[in-house]
């Protein structure tokens, strides 16, 4: 299908909801890959919780639009450059670590992000980012408990989340380059980046990880449904199916 939102709010509705799915995916390969059965069950629970997130999205974004597609629609039927998440989330499980610094990363963006719609002047929106929010919160303790066992754990664990920071740290500049749009739904734009900045060095500096000058990949905004080389790839498995026999019945 072709995307053409009319409204802005559905606009910048739908870069939350394809930055929760796209997450959600990439938890979700991690099902039978974490250290332990419990690492196993909570990583496959706060994949759930990000596709039940995206699916309230998306169902706002189509009521919003009074549209006569569905969730389903959104998820399966568009492509790459139809797609709106911030490149962070779309990066690899290039190990455990990865997947650590990855969610810590966003979770703080999200739980900061969303505190702030709270207040938002749609109702439904509000009343979500509320429910959400409990959410949110287990995963970014569960991210910062891993971040300190990796960091003050072994030199390898060290080393490891070492790396995935110095390379996932990349991908975050070009979240807090707010546009009109971000500045219109968002309460204070300038909050949000002081907060998650202020609260990634004091976590980077409680678990003996060096905070390095960043280097920001010269790849166009996601904002304008530009992605990493790792994008293509990750919607080649998610839609597959609905793609393969798209009158199916599930």
């Given amino acids: 299908m072709k995307l053409e939102l009319q409204h802005d709010e559905s606009k910048f509705l739908i870069r939350l909801a394809d930055t929760s799915v796209i997450l959600g995916q990439r938890l979700a390969e991690m099902c039978s890959c974490g250290p332990f059965l419990e690492e196993d069950m909570a990583l496959s629970n706060i994949s759930l919780d990000l596709f039940g997130r995206a699916e309230e999205l998306y169902k706002l974004i189509c009521k919003i639009e009074g549209a006569d597609y569905t969730p389903d629609d959104l998820v399966y039927r568009r492509n790459e450059r139809e797609y709106y998440n911030i490149k962070l989330v779309e990066q690899p499980n290039e190990d455990f670590a990865w997947v650590i610094a990855r969610q810590f990363f966003h979770d703080l963006y999200a739980e900061t992000l969303f505190g702030q719609l709270t207040t938002s002047s749609n109702a439904e929106l509000a009343g979500l980012a509320v429910k959400v929010l409990k959410e ?45 749009l971000d500045r219109r739904f968002i309460a204070d734009t300038a909050s949000l980046e002081t907060t998650w900045r202020n609260a990634v060095s004091a976590k980077l500096q409680a678990c003996n990880i060096e905070e390095k000058e960043i280097v920001t990949p010269s790849i166009r905004d996601f904002r304008d449904g530009y992605h990493s080389e790792h994008m293509g790839n990750l919607l080649s498995i998610m839609q597959y199916l609905p793609r393969a026999y798209p009158d199916a019945k599930w």
């Fill in 136 to 180: 949110i919160k287990y995963s970014h303790m569960h991210a910062a408990d891993w971040m300190d066992r990796l960091g003050l754990g072994t030199e390898e664990s060290n080393h490891r989340l070492q790396y995935a920071v110095d390379h996932l740290r990349k991908y975050i500049v070009e979240i807090f380059d707010f546009d009109d």
